[in-house]
């Protein structure tokens, strides 16, 4: 199997498109069993530098291959959405190219949703995307979907399975979720059991948002959120929330230890808050500037990172010494690990966004900046977005002092090209 497969679902992809019109149901109205069918095909070429430093580079130095970090990819997607008064269904199949590792071919369900009105209620069951809060880079009420923020494509996401109930008024709404029914007391993060609770009321110029949340391993949370369009160019936003049990990915290993399995489990701890601040600025020609300042009380202190910092260094120190350079190289691959669990490495992050939109296109600016550490990290992209198509490339630098954990991460530099058709 080579790099030409995903350019073959990106062919499929045309030939759907081009008879789009045979695919959906007749202009007279829907029916309940008929729904009409729509979608879209992606083709992504994506590109990155590894990281001289960090623990996966320290791990491919000892024992070169331990961590493959791809150069190059090539990825093709077919997304297909079905809808009708009663259901609706989201499906991908995707097919991924990947420099040194081959190709893999895998397909899952967006979403496939049964609806129903009793009352005034709207009720839904099945695997759902529901997205709540009002931040953009962070969302500390983002309590069903759980979304990882500031992703380089935008894509569609995948889902929770839930039963929800809905009630809207011309001001007010109210929604209740059970997320993740079938699972057991073990899940993580999204993947939790968790009754969630959410009251919206508009106010004038002010929405208001209350949440309420309770999980079985996290136990119980509750926030509020609040965005107010306070003149035609300035909007601001704010959201808090506090969580009673915090999920936090922790290691008991002596810092020279080697182990022959990974350190990291989750255990669950006090309790911490989450709040964000921010607003968003437009000018009439259409330039825009984001900034927010959040605080996750889930992520590691300076402290936690110390002590990664140390093990990695004691880790790297020990080469040479007659331990094998594989078991080392495994066990830097496993600090690696600390670098993927929390949707915030900092507690402390700002963020920036200046973008402008003019006849379809729209070029962004980006920044992340951790003050604990002066880590920070650019992206750089353009987006062209017209009636059936749209363009997005970009880049992606982590800068900063050297010995900050945005330097650690196993790629330094991320090159992307995405174009996406509808039909």
């Given at each position: 199997m080579t790099a030409c497969r995903p350019l073959l679902i990106a062919l499929l992809g045309c030939v759907l498109g081009a008879n789009a019109q045979s695919i959906g149901a007749p202009g007279d109205g829907l029916a309940p069993w008929r729904p009409s069918v729509n979608g879209q095909w992606r083709g992504q070429w994506d590109g990155s530098r590894a990281n001289t430093q960090g623990p996966v580079a320290m791990a491919n130095?000892?024992?070169?291959?331990t961590v493959p970090v791809s150069a190059r990819a090539i990825n093709a997607q077919l997304e297909f959405r079905a809808m009708a008064p009663t259901w609706q269904a989201t499906a991908t199949l995707q097919d991924q190219w990947q420099q040194r590792q081959g190709n893999t071919t895998r397909a899952w369900i967006n979403e496939a949703v049964l609806n129903a009105e009793v009352g005034d209620w709207q009720?839904?069951?099945g695997k759902k995307i529901v997205s709540w809060d009002v931040g953009y880079a962070f969302r500390p009420n983002d309590v069903v979907q759980q979304e990882a923020r500031r992703s380089l494509v935008s894509t569609t996401l995948e889902g929770r399975g839930l039963i929800m109930a809905e009630q809207f008024a011309s001001d007010s709404a109210w929604s209740v979720v059970w997320v993740n029914p079938g699972h057991g007391p073990q899940e993580q993060a999204g993947r939790e059991n968790a009754l969630a609770l959410r009251y919206y009321q508009r106010q004038g110029a002010v929405d208001w948002h209350?949440?309420?949340?309770?999980?079985?391993?996290?136990?119980?949370?509750?926030?509020?959120?609040?965005?107010w369009?306070?003149?035609?160019?300035?909007?601001?936003?704010?959201s808090a929330r506090g969580i009673r049990h915090t999920q936090r990915l922790v290691s008991d290993a002596p810092q020279q230890a080697v182990l022959n399995s990974t350190p990291w489990h989750i255990r669950s701890e006090g309790s911490?808050?989450?709040?964000?601040?921010?607003?968003?600025?437009?000018?009439?020609s259409q330039l825009s500037l984001l900034a927010e300042t959040w605080w996750d009380g889930n992520a590691w202190s300076a402290a936690d990172w110390r002590r990664w910092v140390q093990r990695n260094q004691a880790l790297g120190a020990m080469a040479g010494s007659g331990v094998p350079a594989s078991a080392l190289a495994?066990?830097?691959?496993?600090?690696?690990?600390a670098l993927a669990y929390a949707s915030s490495l900092h507690?402390?992050?700002?963020?920036?966004?200046?973008?402008w939109t003019h006849e379809g296109w729209q070029?962004?600016?980006?920044?992340?900046?951790?003050p604990a550490d002066g880590g920070r990290l650019w992206t750089a992209g353009l987006t062209y977005k017209g009636d059936l198509l749209e363009l997005q490339t970009g880049i992606r630098l982590a800068a900063g002092p050297s010995d900050s954990i945005l330097r650690q991460l196993p790629s330094q530099q991320q090159f992307y090209l995405s174009v996406m058709r509808s039909f």
């Amino acid at each position: 199997m080579t790099a030409c497969r995903p350019l073959l679902i990106a062919l499929l992809g045309c030939v759907l498109g081009a008879n789009a019109q045979s695919i959906g149901a007749p202009g007279d109205g829907l029916a309940p069993w008929r729904p009409s069918v729509n979608g879209q095909w992606r083709g992504q070429w994506d590109g990155s530098r590894a990281n001289t430093q960090g623990p996966v580079a320290m791990a491919n130095t000892l024992s070169p291959g331990t961590v493959p970090v791809s150069a190059r990819a090539i990825n093709a997607q077919l997304e297909f959405r079905a809808m009708a008064p009663t259901w609706q269904a989201t499906a991908t199949l995707q097919d991924q190219w990947q420099q040194r590792q081959g190709n893999t071919t895998r397909a899952w369900i967006n979403e496939a949703v049964l609806n129903a009105e009793v009352g005034d209620w709207q009720l839904s069951a099945g695997k759902k995307i529901v997205s709540w809060d009002v931040g953009y880079a962070f969302r500390p009420n983002d309590v069903v979907q759980q979304e990882a923020r500031r992703s380089l494509v935008s894509t569609t996401l995948e889902g929770r399975g839930l039963i929800m109930a809905e009630q809207f008024a011309s001001d007010s709404a109210w929604s209740v979720v059970w997320v993740n029914p079938g699972h057991g007391p073990q899940e993580q993060a999204g993947r939790e059991n968790a009754l969630a609770l959410r009251y919206y009321q508009r106010q004038g110029a002010v929405d208001w948002h209350a949440f309420a949340r309770r999980g079985v391993q996290s136990g119980a949370s509750m926030g509020l959120a609040a965005a107010w369009v306070a003149t035609d160019a300035l909007e601001l936003h704010a959201s808090a929330r506090g969580i009673r049990h915090t999920q936090r990915l922790v290691s008991d290993a002596p810092q020279q230890a080697v182990l022959n399995s990974t350190p990291w489990h989750i255990r669950s701890e006090g309790s911490s808050t989450q709040m964000l601040l921010g607003g968003t600025w437009t000018h009439r020609s259409q330039l825009s500037l984001l900034a927010e300042t959040w605080w996750d009380g889930n992520a590691w202190s300076a402290a936690d990172w110390r002590r990664w910092v140390q093990r990695n260094q004691a880790l790297g120190a020990m080469a040479g010494s007659g331990v094998p350079a594989s078991a080392l190289a495994g066990n830097l691959a496993w600090q690696a690990q600390a670098l993927a669990y929390a949707s915030s490495l900092h507690r402390h992050n700002v963020y920036l966004r200046l973008s402008w939109t003019h006849e379809g296109w729209q070029p962004t600016l980006d920044l992340l900046y951790h003050p604990a550490d002066g880590g920070r990290l650019w992206t750089a992209g353009l987006t062209y977005k017209g009636d059936l198509l749209e363009l997005q490339t970009g880049i992606r630098l982590a800068a900063g002092p050297s010995d900050s954990i945005l330097r650690q991460l196993p790629s330094q530099q991320q090159f992307y090209l995405s174009v996406m058709r509808s039909f």
